[in-house]
């Protein structure tokens, strides 16, 4: 609490003379502060994604789950009153001095029958929708990798490995903590439903985010420090004389096994 909302943020309903409101403003840094929760709207569902940070070692496994189902058919209703009642709810809590703002973001993601959609709802009560929403400490960056998706052209299926892989990178910057990735999703692969993403596609997904943020070549060995990404395109026979970017399935193949050549000389 700074000097400067002295006296202006005792109550949710008093501005300030430049015209903050700073419980709310407080309530969004709770927000900010919190593990990196991300979603992403895709061509035929949408993909959650959440990075529970462990607090201790006694807490039960998959316990005190982030992502909840609100209902098991919110894919069949209408989801903008969803989210336009729930921003009324919690917009509400920021206009009486007898209550405080929710320091949450509230992503909600649901499939109608004009297709999948996504929205975020802030502290303020303020919602809109989104191909590619992330909220929480790792914002930033897992916003950045979001935009360099064409997730209008991923399946669901594709969208959890690559939620996987933003949840992993964006948890690099508080690695000495341990966390849990909470992934589900609904829409075509679920009928509709929200579900838990399986076991099997699950630890698949978190395998190969791993084996992604330890890639390493042996050409940037000198400069390791420094982040980098491997760019890959050919032309030829394979590519009927048209220069084009190397397949992703390739490309990917090419760097684990780059990787496993430079792990032969350590």
């Known amino acids: 609490m700074t000097s400067i909302g002295t006296g202006y943020d005792l109550s949710a309903s008093t501005y300030s003379p430049d015209g903050r ?69 919690i917009q509400a809590y920021t206009l009486y001095s007898s209550v405080r703002p929710f320091g949450i973001s509230t992503i909600l993601g649901a499939v109608g029958k004009d297709g999948p959609s996504l929205y975020v709802v802030e502290p303020s009560g303020v919602f809109f929708g989104y191909n590619g929403a992330a909220v929480g400490k790792g914002r930033q960056l897992a916003k950045t990798e979001l935009e360099k998706l064409k997730l209008s052209e991923l399946t669901t299926s594709e969208a959890v490995y690559e939620a996987a892989r933003i949840i992993y990178l964006v948890h690099e ?52 420090e420094k982040e ?18 190397v397949p992703k399935d390739l490309h990917s193949d090419a760097e684990a096994k780059a990787k496993a050549a430079l792990e032969t000389f350590e």
């Open 21 to 89: 409101i700073f419980q709310v403003e407080y309530a969004a840094k709770a927000v900010e502060n919190s593990g990196t929760a991300i979603g992403l709207k895709v061509k035929d569902g949408v993909v959650l994604a959440v990075e529970k940070l462990i607090h201790s070692k006694l807490l039960v496994p998959e316990a005190n789950r982030r992502i909840q189902t609100i209902d098991r058919h919110i894919g069949m209703s209408r989801k903008q009153i969803l989210a336009d009642r729930l921003g009324l709810y």
């Open 173 to 224: 910057d508080a690695k000495e903590k341990e966390f849990e990735l909470e992934l589900s999703w609904i829409g075509h692969e679920t009928n509709g439903v929200h579900l838990q993403v399986p076991k099997d596609l699950h630890g698949d997904a978190e395998a190969k985010a791993k084996a992604a943020l330890e890639t390493i070549y042996l050409v940037h060995e000198d400069a390791k």
């Open 228 to 245: 980098f990404e491997l760019e890959l395109s050919w032309i030829g026979h394979e590519t009927n004389g048209v220069h084009l970017q």
